[in-house]
């Protein structure tokens, strides 16, 4: 746990909140830790999700089995630490993802996708770790046609030095961009330390926030965090990292401009226009979305009670 107390920051803290995730099991003993949306922080930048998975071991014949839902109004960002996740969608896309690949997925006026474990990583069995985060769409950009592109490793930027390793899935960080065609400016990093290793985390964008993924992470006299924890910073807090003890740290560095107006949240849904979201459901129920090719499976409309989550 972290050495300081989230309600009471002196004034010299370069820290806003720290939240520590609720973990939910999806079955099967498979684990996420969900740190966006929080009753403390609904969005940092234009991340309104950010659920970390596993790393939960299945054994061979087993995997998972997301079947095909829908989404409206954002972008999913899935990228692997460990193992294996084949995507579909209704463009028709079939792509394998493995660590250190993104798959940035457009979902814009509507999109229906199914995230499986392929049959080769079935049948051995693997280790699935990961995480995956929705980014929302400006509103000039909420209703655009939905689109999916996947970079392999090769593709994304990185920066290295004095034992710290970060790779820029999305957006433009450290003075590299990534190729990933994002909607509005943001960053996502993923950062290794070495033990010992310190990088400076600079005020680039107003609202910025780090995920420790594996590690503790010595933020100086604000404290040392364990894996689990999202720390939002202060506007304009530039900040030193380090890793603590001996095992190094790994860490997503996420956040961007604030998002133009509040968004609704709704099961996979997100709009700035509650409306949007109620035609959202209704065009589900009534099997109106796009199907996934080779797919016959769907998730039903969950019962949903009241009006969508209005954040922040």
Not at 40 to 48: A, E, H, I, Q, T
Not at 85 to 91: N, T, V, W
Not at 182 to 200: E, H, K, N
Not at 266 to 271: A, D, E, K, R
Request: aromatic share 8%; proline share 9%; with cysteine.
């Amino acid at each position: 746990m972290s050495t300081l107390d989230p309600h009471h920051h002196d004034d010299d803290s370069m820290l806003e909140t720290i939240i520590v995730p609720r973990t939910h099991d999806l079955g099967d003993g498979f684990e996420v830790r969900r740190a966006l949306p929080h009753k403390d922080r609904r969005m940092v930048g234009p991340f309104v999700f950010l659920d970390q998975m596993g790393p939960h071991v299945f054994q061979p014949g087993r995997g998972i089995d997301v079947r095909p839902h829908p989404h409206i109004g954002l972008a999913t960002v899935t990228y692997l630490l460990s193992g294996e996740i084949s995507h579909r969608d209704s463009l028709g896309t079939v792509q394998d993802i493995k660590p250190g690949e993104v798959n940035w997925m457009t979902a814009g006026k509507g999109i229906v996708h199914s995230e499986r474990t392929g049959p080769a990583p079935r049948a051995a069995g693997s280790i699935l770790s990961g995480l995956q985060c929705w980014v929302a769409l400006p509103k000039a950009k909420e209703e655009i046609d939905p689109g999916f592109i996947h970079l392999g490793t090769e593709a994304l930027p990185t920066i290295e030095g004095d034992g710290a390793h970060a790779r820029i899935i999305a957006g433009d960080y450290f003075g590299k961009r990534s190729p990933v065609p994002v909607a509005s400016p943001m960053f996502y990093v993923d950062l290794v330390l070495q033990p010992g290793a310190r990088l400076t985390m600079p005020a680039e964008y107003p609202e910025q926030a780090l995920y420790v993924v594996e590690g503790s992470l010595d933020l100086g006299r604000d404290g040392v965090f364990g894996a689990g924890q999202l720390v939002v910073l202060k506007p304009g807090a530039s900040l030193t990292l380090g890793a603590a003890g001996g095992a190094g740290a790994r860490v997503m560095l996420l956040g961007g401009e604030p998002m133009d107006g509040p968004r609704y949240l709704t099961w996979n849904f997100v709009s700035s226009s509650e409306d949007r979201i109620e035609q959202a459901k209704e065009d589900w129920r009534a099997r109106r979305f796009a199907d996934v090719p080779g797919e016959t499976e769907f998730i039903p409309l969950p019962d949903l009670p009241g009006r969508p989550v209005r954040y922040p």
